[in-house]
């Protein structure tokens, strides 16, 4: 059985940065790509990133390219989350989710395994 743990978030002001976390038990790990979403009081879940089985592809949302990194560490079973130059409407819960297949997907539905989630608050 696979369980996904997110640690990282906190309390940071507009234009900071946080670096979430998200470790994997089991042993598909390696082999399925990952990925990023986040969901705001009031509104639906939404991608943010998503990174292949071995790193080599990634994918990001159009309102987090080029300030959030994507990136894994198969020898760790974690995946990580670089969040620069964050925004007020970057606020939400971050949660991270597994796939059953290697490759990069931005659909929450082709996700199997979800973690808790990690709070994120950005103060402007």
């Known amino acids: 059985q696979v369980q996904l743990v997110e640690s990282g978030g906190g309390l940071v002001q507009a234009g900071g940065s946080l670096r979430l976390s998200c470790a994997a038990s089991?042993?598909?790990?390696?082999?399925?790509?990952m990925g990023w979403f986040r969901q705001a009081p009031g509104k639906e879940r939404e991608f943010v990133a998503t990174?292949?089985?071995?790193?080599?592809?990634?994918d990001y949302a159009d309102s987090v390219k080029g300030r959030f990194t994507v990136s894994r560490d198969n020898t760790k079973n974690t995946v990580y989350l670089q969040m620069n130059n964050l925004k007020p409407e970057d606020t939400a819960e971050y949660y991270c989710?597994?796939?059953?297949?290697?490759?990069?997907?931005?659909?929450?539905?082709?996700?199997?395994?979800w973690g808790q989630g990690t709070q994120v608050t950005v103060s402007s």
């Open positions: 989710a597994q796939q059953l297949g290697p490759g990069i997907v931005t659909k929450a539905t082709a996700y199997r395994y």
């Open positions: 089991g042993r598909t790990f390696s082999s399925a790509a």
């Open positions: 990174i292949s089985w071995n790193g080599a592809s990634t």
